[in-house]
């Protein structure tokens, strides 16, 4: 879901290329990326993938005086973040070695930390609005900013999602080990949460459009005042499907 690559023209995006095995010195690495920022100061997007990059410990006065608003770091060897990150909205670390995400900026909108080895996801920032955490080891998704509005977080370890953000509108939670949820933020419009272990599925909100509730254990759906155009709900164990909206456009319960 790398969408806010459709914000930047490519004149406005920096990438550090791949110059064969780098010798892990990083004052080396810190000075190619001080010269590239400094030679392009209007750029706003840079991509760091694939250069080996062990850890983030780049002086935050690097980023000086310059644009940089987002920053990839994708297919590293990258396992901690020893410095604080510059003032960005974007931050992409997905396929690395991280185990913890510390440093964050606090005008961050949109993380994506998948693929990854992050057990625990604490002191997230509070304008965060995407966050992105798919195929890590996590067990829980505590103190979710207030503002969040998309939350994937599949292929995990979760066994609980509570007091989800109000704002949230999509939410990717399958193939997890989820038994409930306490309650569904009333603006949610689009749930996958199959391959969980659902037992029962309450208080759908009547903003929903899409629910793929697949592969779980439920015996009863009940989709009274709801708005829902797609909904994706075989491999359950189905007494009942209850109050179907005339919205529908597809259904699937085989």
Same mark, same amino acid.
């Given at each position: 879901?790398?969408?806010?690559?459709?914000?930047?023209?490519?004149?406005?995006?920096?990438? +550090? @290329?791949?110059?064969? %095995?780098?010798?892990?010195?990083?004052?080396?690495?810190?000075?190619?990326?001080?010269?590239?920022?400094?030679? @392009?100061?209007?750029?706003?997007?840079?991509?760091?993938?694939? %250069?080996? &990059?062990?850890?983030? $410990?780049?002086?935050?006065?690097?980023?000086?005086?310059?644009?940089?608003?987002?920053?990839? %770091?994708?297919?590293? *060897?990258?396992?901690? &973040?020893?410095?604080?990150?510059?003032?960005?909205?974007?931050?992409?670390?997905?396929? @690395?070695?991280?185990?913890?995400?510390?440093?964050?900026?606090n005008g961050?909108?949109?993380?994506?930390?998948?693929? $990854?080895?992050?057990?625990?996801?604490?002191? =997230?920032? &509070?304008?965060?609005?995407?966050? &992105?955490?798919?195929?890590?080891?996590? %067990?829980?998704?505590?103190?979710?900013?207030?503002?969040?509005?998309?939350?994937?977080?599949?292929?995990?370890?979760?066994?609980?999602?509570?007091?989800?953000?109000?704002?949230?509108?999509?939410?990717?939670?399958?193939? $997890?080990q989820i038994?409930?949820?306490?309650?569904?933020?009333?603006? =949610?419009?689009?749930?996958?949460?199959? +391959?969980?272990?659902? #037992?029962?599925?309450?208080?759908i909100p009547?903003?929903?459009?899409?629910? *793929?509730?697949?592969?779980?254990?439920?015996? #009863?759906?009940?989709? #009274?005042?709801?708005?829902?155009?797609?909904?994706?709900?075989?491999?359950?164990?189905?007494?009942?499907?209850?109050?179907?909206?005339?919205?529908?456009?597809?259904?699937?319960?085989?």
């Amino acid at each position: 879901m790398d969408c806010y690559k459709d914000n930047y023209s490519l004149n406005e995006i920096l990438r +550090l @290329n791949h110059m064969g %095995v780098f010798d892990n010195d990083p004052t080396k690495l810190t000075d190619r990326i001080s010269n590239l920022i400094k030679s @392009n100061p209007k750029s706003k997007f840079l991509i760091l993938n694939s %250069v080996n &990059i062990e850890e983030w $410990n780049f002086n935050p006065s690097v980023f000086e005086n310059s644009s940089i608003e987002a920053i990839e %770091v994708k297919s590293n *060897y990258m396992e901690k &973040i020893v410095c604080p990150l510059p003032n960005i909205l974007v931050f992409n670390c997905a396929n @690395n070695g991280l185990v913890e995400l510390y440093g964050l900026p606090n005008g961050l909108k949109y993380l994506d930390c998948s693929r $990854n080895e992050i057990i625990n996801l604490d002191n =997230l920032p &509070i304008g965060l609005e995407i966050l &992105i955490c798919n195929y890590n080891k996590l %067990v829980k998704l505590d103190w979710l900013p207030d503002g969040l509005k998309i939350l994937q977080c599949y292929n995990n370890h979760i066994t609980q999602l509570n007091d989800l953000p109000s704002t949230l509108i999509e939410l990717h939670c399958y193939s $997890n080990q989820i038994e409930c949820f306490s309650l569904l933020p009333k603006k =949610l419009k689009i749930l996958y949460c199959q +391959l969980n272990r659902l #037992k029962y599925l309450k208080h759908i909100p009547s903003e929903m459009e899409e629910l *793929y509730c697949d592969s779980n254990q439920l015996d #009863k759906l009940d989709l #009274k005042n709801t708005k829902i155009i797609k909904l994706k709900c075989e491999k359950n164990n189905f007494k009942s499907v209850d109050n179907l909206p005339n919205t529908i456009e597809y259904i699937d319960l085989k």
